[in-house]
């Protein structure tokens, strides 16, 4: 199946599971696989009113009506019964008071989670837009997070303004960006640019002690699609080519951090499960 036909069934499935989990939402006019408002899409039990603070502080106007040419409006993006913001906050929100009962990789305890983290790049203007960063007094993990985004061709693009910043990146790095220019199409599912963005944004703002986490989704059918076969191939083996860098990038796919959550906040998790862990093929 092609990746633009398959997105919309990721697209209907997770709107199916929306409207059969919280028989209060409904769908946006006109827009099926939307909300009426962004509250609709959240898992119940947490109170979403500093996420919410985080969307609205970034650049992304997850939370705002997307005006259209003749005067209606498109829904929020957060709306979005895919959409991989919504995807993320409802994961991570509760412990956005309290992170501390969550630890990735060797950075131990955080003090502090933020939403749409909006850093600086160095390439003039340009800011990365993480989706969320944990950080304590030594370590900081910053997550690039995708619902069904991947399911669509990517192609690298670079303005001639990030030039200059690269000289100084981690040879890794330098090098990724280097045969993204050389071969736009390298990675043909992974936004492989948007990672270097990512990591500029995060060596500069956090330096060396920082982790860039590439957080993905997958169907419980994953193994059935080749698309789903490919993106994984691609983000574990650029994982193991940064490996070593500066600002490592780590791969994880959210059944994996569900499983590490499910042990400090079960029934949370489990809503959450019962949201998103589904297959394409029923």
Not at 62 to 76: A, Q
């Amino acid at each position: 199946m092609a990746g633009k036909s398959l997105q919309e069934r990721v697209a209907a499935a997770a709107a199916r599971r929306l409207f059969a989990e919280n028989p209060e939402a409904q769908p946006w006019p006109g827009y099926p696989h939307y909300a009426a408002a962004p509250a609709q899409v959240l898992v119940p039990g947490w109170d979403p009113k500093l996420s919410f603070a985080d969307l609205n502080s970034g650049d992304g106007s997850e939370l705002v009506p997307r005006p259209r040419t003749n005067g209606s409006e498109l829904p929020p993006k957060f709306s979005a019964a895919h959409s991989s913001s919504a995807l993320l906050v409802n994961t991570l929100g509760p412990f956005r008071t309290d992170p501390s009962q969550i630890t990735l990789g060797p950075s131990g305890a955080f003090n502090a989670l933020q939403f749409e983290k909006r850093l600086p790049t160095g390439a003039a203007a340009a800011h990365a837009n993480l989706d969320a960063v944990f950080s304590n007094e030594t370590a900081a993990v910053a997550i690039e997070a995708k619902f069904s985004e991947f399911l669509s061709v990517k192609r690298a693009k670079f303005s001639p303004k990030y030039n200059d910043v690269m000289k100084d990146a981690d040879s890794r790095w330098r090098d990724l960006h280097r045969r993204l220019l050389k071969t736009p199409d390298l990675y043909r599912h992974l936004d492989a640019a948007q990672l270097v963005k990512h990591y500029l944004g995060v060596r500069g703002f956090y330096g060396a002690k920082a982790v860039l986490v590439y957080l993905f989704w997958e169907p419980t059918d994953a193994t059935r699609w080749k698309v789903f076969r490919r993106h994984a191939k691609e983000a574990h083996a650029l994982e193991e080519e940064l490996s070593k860098a500066d600002v490592p990038l780590v791969c994880m796919r959210y059944a994996e951090l569900w499983d590490q959550l499910r042990t400090v906040a079960p029934e949370h998790i489990a809503r959450v499960e019962a949201r998103y862990r589904f297959a394409l093929s029923n």
